[in-house]
């Protein structure tokens, strides 16, 4: 194999395992978000131990893209793509860690029945999986125009954010038995905010690492 | 002409030219060597002539043989001991000098024969001198030297020369032209070999090779056609299973992707593709976990290309449809040393629909045996209490006994719904009676039915559409349905809430719909939710009342009219249920 060749294999490989990586995450979420719903403190506890192997596979990925830094030497456009992996593996790495949030959240609330069906949250957390999806997608095809068109969604998360913080906010005042638990659906909103905010982060990378520009999505 | 032939052509041109060369000047120089020796053996013998007939001191006859002589170029000098000239037949000896220190003369007075090639001062141009050994005549000593004058020889030299360069010539060109020809006709026919072969690998095996050349090329060509059949039937072979073996592929139910070393997909099958949703165009080549999105399946088939062992599992597809997959995964060594390396073939079987079954006979099990237990267990725990004293209580007693017989209405409710189904379920729409009838009456019967419930929580029931709408149906059992649905809407809205009853007609299709601004159903029940017992939100339906069997009522009495039934629902905004049944 050409040396060429060699450093665009190594590189398919290191975005194969970013991807591997980002499925996970994809699957915590997931997971977390139907352990919330059903009150399912099993499903949670695993949403935490497998958390773990999200977090092993930020240093490998971390340590390859070194190595290959170290070895190839690349430059230009190519290391800017070692770059934005590196930056993107960090960022899935939080992500992973929002959805060990939500699972420890849901054991907070002893599999007590909501008071009201979880709408606005379910409809968030289906939001982010759908555009935590399409940045894989457009990370994998390196297509920063999708990756730019994500950040309609993100505001939508945001104002759903905003919406299930006021709800939340009168049911506390008009029922006080209500406070605890809707003091942990606000946190939940809010981490599904941050991992929306994280995919946006993501297609920033992106779109620098197609273009070498810097951008401000979430501004 | 191309580079090759051409650097061929000079080469031969050199060898052609190196020879000529060396053949010419061999001869030339063999040529002059042979004329100077003759010139040299003439001159010897005219020296030997004068000798004899200066010894016998016949100077008449010498005079006279220097007259002769002279016509042919030769001049002989006699030269004495001590160098003066004593007779030479051309000059007059008194111009002459002293000849002691000439290198042929020299050497004869040593007694050795002297040769010279030179330069005459006298006669004024190139000479070449042959001397013999000194003799003793009488008391004195001379020596007797011939010379001849080189520019003949050198003469008749060129002339030789050129002839022999002029057929160096003839014989370079035409050694040129045969050679051009010959190799002409033996680069002719590698051409159409060239073009044969160059057929042959771009796969036109049909193309036929015919050479007119040379013997051993024609070999060569028949050679090249007999491959060229060979290949032809065995690549039709190859053809033939690889045909198989992909139609045998592409027709299995079970998905089949075949992957490289890197986990990248190099082939898969329609029933794969169907999993995907996506194009063959799409997916060849990419990375598994980028096409199928799950770690499971990733992980996998990494353990597979790494154990080298049979891995089965059962993986959740998170796609839309959410599938649920009994992979295989087998890993195939390399057949021989050429090949890539290992493969990984997954072998999947859609289980979903069997683990959905599955998963429904396990559900309905559980929940008809909870269903039926709980009111049992309540009304023989408060008739054991009773019967353990507390009758004398009757303020007690009249309580515990409303309970027990809340409980028994319960029971006999849910048998009653079961026993209904059944006899939908057996009848199958036969022995029933159907006739015309106006939908809206049949809306205001369960209207009436569900009144009171409808009124405890202040809620409107209202009816829109075409009311004049007519079918053909059972009266008691769409009413029912509509009992049911209404009762459903009325028990999920919040209050003071509007529920809507609308008839429309769809074609040659009655259409009547319950609309409530209820709770909704979420998506994942929704496909359920005509299922027996099935409760999307357990505590809360039994709470309400329900007896859990009130939609699967409804979608059997649907069934036997040979109608439909639709659910449009969003979380928080309400509920639709659509019945359609055909008007005639």
């Known amino acids: 194999m050409k040396p060429r060749e060699q450093y665009m294999e190594s590189l398919r490989q290191l975005k194969n395992e970013i991807m591997k990586m980002g499925i996970l995450v994809e699957e915590a979420l997931s997971k977390a978000m139907k352990a919330l719903t059903e009150l399912d403190s099993d499903l949670a506890e695993s949403v935490i131990t497998e958390d773990m192997m999200i977090n092993r596979m930020e240093i490998e990925i971390e340590d390859r893209s070194i190595a290959l830094i170290a070895t190839e030497q690349p430059v230009a456009g190519d290391l800017r793509h070692v770059i934005t992996g590196m930056r993107i593996v960090t960022q899935l790495e939080r992500m992973g860690d929002h959805a060990v949030h939500i699972a420890k959240s849901t054991l907070r609330f002893e599999c007590k029945a909501f008071k009201k069906p979880l709408i606005d949250i379910s409809k968030m957390a289906e939001l982010c999986i759908s555009m935590h999806r399409e940045v894989l997608s457009a990370f994998m095809d390196e297509d920063e125009i999708r990756a730019r068109n994500l950040v309609d969604l993100d505001d939508e998360v945001d104002s759903l954010h905003e919406k299930v913080q006021r709800d939340m906010f009168t049911g506390m005042v008009e029922d006080e038995s209500f406070l605890s638990q809707a003091l942990q659906l606000t946190y939940i909103s809010r981490y599904l905010e941050r991992f929306a905010d994280h995919i946006t982060n993501i297609s920033e990378w992106i779109i620098y690492g197609k273009t070498g520009n810097h951008v401000d999505l979430n501004g | 002409m191309n580079k090759a032939q051409l650097r061929r052509y000079i080469g031969y041109f050199i060898i052609i030219a190196i020879s000529v060369t060396i053949i010419s000047i061999n001869a030339a120089t063999l040529f002059r060597r042979e004329t100077y020796n003759r010139t040299i053996s003439i001159l010897d013998r005219n020296n030997l002539v ?36 004593v007779a030479d037949s051309q000059t007059d000896i008194g111009q002459l000098d002293n000849h002691a220190d000439r290198p042929e003369i020299l050497s004869a007075l040593n007694g050795v024969p002297g040769r010279s090639k030179r330069y005459s001062n006298s006669l004024g141009e190139e000479l070449l001198y042959v001397a013999l050994p000194i003799i003793d005549i009488g008391e004195k000593s001379y020596v007797i030297r011939s010379s001849m004058s080189v520019a003949d020889i050198d003469k008749a030299l060129g002339d030789v020369l050129g002839r022999i360069i002029f057929t160096g ?5 035409a050694l040129s ?5 010959s190799e002409r006709r033996f680069i002719a026919p590698l051409a159409d070999i060239q073009k044969a072969a160059e057929a042959f690998s771009g796969g036109n095996l049909d193309h036929y090779l015919s050479v007119p050349g040379p013997e051993d090329i024609k070999v060569v060509a028949d050679a090249l056609n007999e491959m060229a059949g060979t290949l032809k039937s065995r ?73 080298q062992i049979p891995i089965e599992k059962i993986i959740n597809l998170n796609t839309d449809r959410n599938l649920i997959l009994q992979v295989h995964g087998t890993c195939i060594l390399p057949t021989d040393d050429k090949s890539t390396g290992n493969a990984v073939v997954l072998v999947m079987n859609d289980i979903t629909q069997t683990q ?15 269903e039926l237990k709980t009111p049992i267990t309540n009304v023989k725990g408060y008739l054991e209490t009773l019967a353990e004293g507390v009758m004398n ?132 029940d929704r496909p359920r939710i005509f299922e027996r017992f099935y409760r999307v939100d357990k505590a809360r339906s039994r709470e309400l009342g329900g007896t859990g069997l009130g939609l699967a009522i409804v979608k059997h009495i649907i069934i036997v009219h040979r109608g439909s039934i639709r659910v449009d629902s969003e979380l928080g905004k309400g509920s639709t249920f659509t019945l359609s049944i055909p008007l005639n």
């Open chain 2, 50 to 85: 004068a000798r004899n007939l200066l010894t016998r001191g016949d100077f008449d006859s010498l005079d006279e043989y220097f007259n002769s002589i002279a016509v042919e170029d030769v001049r002989i000098t006699i030269i004495r001991s001590d160098g003066v000239v």
């Open chain 2, 235 to 307: 690549l039709a072979d190859i053809t033939k299973g690889k045909n198989e073996l992909d139609a045998v592929i592409s027709s299995m139910m079970e998905a089949v992707v075949v992957l490289d070393m890197s986990l990248n997909i190099r082939h898969l099958n329609l029933s794969a593709l169907n999993i995907i949703g996506s194009d063959i165009t799409n997916v060849l080549g990419k990375a598994l976990i980028e096409i199928f999105r799950s770690s499971d399946l990733q992980i996998l088939a990494e353990k597979t290309l790494k154990s």
């Open chain 2, 356 to 370: 959905m079954l599955e998963n429904m006979r396990r559900d309905f099990v559980a929940n008809v045996s909870h």
């Open chain 2, 177 to 181: 032209i045969l050679s051009y020809l």
């Open chain 2, 393 to 524: 209580d009757p303020e007690t007693t009249e309580r515990f006994l409303a309970v027990s017989i809340r409980n028994a209405d319960r029971l006999n409710a849910i048998l009653d719904d079961l026993l209904s189904l059944s006899r939908l379920e057996q009848h199958d729409g036969e022995g029933l009676e159907f006739e015309n009838h106006a939908l809206d009456g049949i809306a205001g019967n369960a209207f009436q039915s569900c009144a009171p419930k409808a009124a405890e929580k202040n809620i409107t029931l209202r009816l829109e559409g075409q009311k004049d709408l007519t079918a053909r149906l059972n009266m008691l059992l769409i009413e029912q349905a509509l009992t049911n649905l209404i009762d459903n809407a009325v028990k999920y809205s919040d209050k003071d809430a509007v529920v809507t009853v609308c008839i429309s007609k769809n074609g040659e299709m009655a259409e009547i719909s319950v609309r409530d601004d209820g709770i909704g159903i979420p998506d994942k």
């Open chain 2, 169 to 173: 010539i003839v014989t370079f060109l």
